[in-house]
């Protein structure tokens, strides 16, 4: 364990009242650090709306959020509130630090799809790459989720030494029973295509959209669940989801709470998750968690996140992604026994403990 004296403190201002993806993630590793670390974690950019850090103890010490953005705060406020908690260590959770911060700090890595793919992000995100590439410049360790993003690290000059790989588990749980989204969403067991995800251009909602239509001409049974916040252009998403000959045969729910989410997808025929670009690819493993098929991604993380236990797509393809879809539904068992398997090799107490190891390292070199 971290010195009692040795204070940490964790950036959880990524979450918020709907918290995915990167959000999912600071919250599950505040809750495993708190068990492990319970008289030296502090947090800061605490959000009032945060319901997802709820459940931690009201006496852990935490600074709220303050300023009208994430990077105005992280500016300005970040260090300062670790420095009132005593920290000697921080972690900033999204690739981002103060571009002048005194106190020695790890920093998160996601993906580098803004520089990848920046015109699947808003131009004003393209603004921040300096702050990212100067926040993974002077952290003593990048924390990534898997190998290709370490690579990806490699690629624009990040020495090896300097980045550790602490892959994600699975964040949902199987529902209790008696739950109803089924039934408010008009679904039936088995009979949808479930992709859960921001909607957004980056997660290839509108090529989906186009297999599911292939996939609909032989399966009429057929559903598909677009389930997620709207995100960047979701209009263009509305569109095509208008246009669509069976757009009645589309559901577009919003953002999903966890327990009704695990239900949707323990429930559906297979999930899709074919987006362009991932770190990870969460939804993935938390699809194969709960024992249902999944077809994604041949590239960038995906393929690392299925561990083969997945069907792989060429996302840019709509005719593969059908193809793939098809054949998940044909093989449920078989996927889904694979997948499983896939999905037990890890938990959240691994993932936290992998982070008290690298703040441990930090520490001792200081």
């Not at 590439?133 to 030494?161: D, H, M, N």
């Not at 032989?218 to 997620?228: E, K, N, S």
């Not at 699809?287 to 996140?305: D, K, N, W």
């Not at 539904?329 to 996927?335: I, Q, S, T």
Request: net charge positive.
């Amino acid at each position: 364990m971290i010195e009692h004296n040795a204070k940490l403190a964790l950036d959880v201002a990524p979450v918020r009242a709907e918290p995915a993806g990167v959000g999912l993630y600071v919250a599950l590793l505040a809750r495993e650090l708190e068990r492990r670390l319970p008289t030296s974690l502090g947090l800061i950019g605490a959000r009032d709306e945060a319901r997802a850090l709820a459940t931690l103890d009201a006496r852990l010490p935490r600074r709220p959020f303050s300023k009208r953005s994430y990077h105005a705060w992280m500016q300005l406020a970040a260090e300062r509130d670790a420095r009132a908690l005593g920290a000697q260590l921080i972690h900033f959770t999204n690739a981002a630090a103060p571009l002048m911060c005194r106190l020695p700090y790890v920093v998160t890595v996601h993906d580098l799809s803004v520089m990848r793919m920046p015109m699947t992000h808003p131009v004003a995100r393209w603004g921040v790459i300096p702050v990212n590439l100067a926040a993974v410049a002077r952290a003593r360790t990048v924390i990534v989720p898997s190998r290709w993003t370490a690579r990806e690290l490699a690629r624009i000059g990040v020495a090896e030494r300097r980045v550790v790989v602490i892959p994600h588990a699975p964040t949902l749980e199987l529902p209790p029973g008696g739950d109803d989204v089924l039934g408010r969403l008009g679904l039936e067991p088995g009979r949808y295509v479930l992709y859960f995800g921001t909607l957004e251009p980056r997660k290839n909602i509108i090529r989906l959209i186009g297999a599911f239509e292939r996939v609909w001409r032989d399966r009429p049974d057929l559903r598909l669940v677009l389930a997620g916040g709207r995100g960047w252009r979701f209009a263009g998403i509305e569109r095509r989801i208008a246009q669509s000959p069976i757009s009645e045969r589309i559901v577009t729910p919003g953002y999903v709470p966890d327990m009704d989410l695990a239900a949707l997808v323990v429930n559906s025929g297979v999930v899709a998750y074919v987006s362009l670009h991932e770190g990870f690819g969460m939804p993935v493993l938390d699809a194969m968690a709960l024992g249902t098929p999944v077809v994604t991604s041949r590239s960038t993380a995906m393929p690392e996140a299925a561990g083969g236990a997945a069907i792989l797509v060429e996302p840019r393809d709509e005719a593969d992604i059908a193809r793939g879809i098809a054949a998940a539904l044909a093989d449920r068992a078989g996927l889904a026994e694979r997948g499983r398997a896939r999905a037990a090799q890890r938990s959240w107490a691994d993932v936290a403990q992998e982070h008290v190891a690298v703040y441990r390292h930090v520490l001792a070199g200081l």
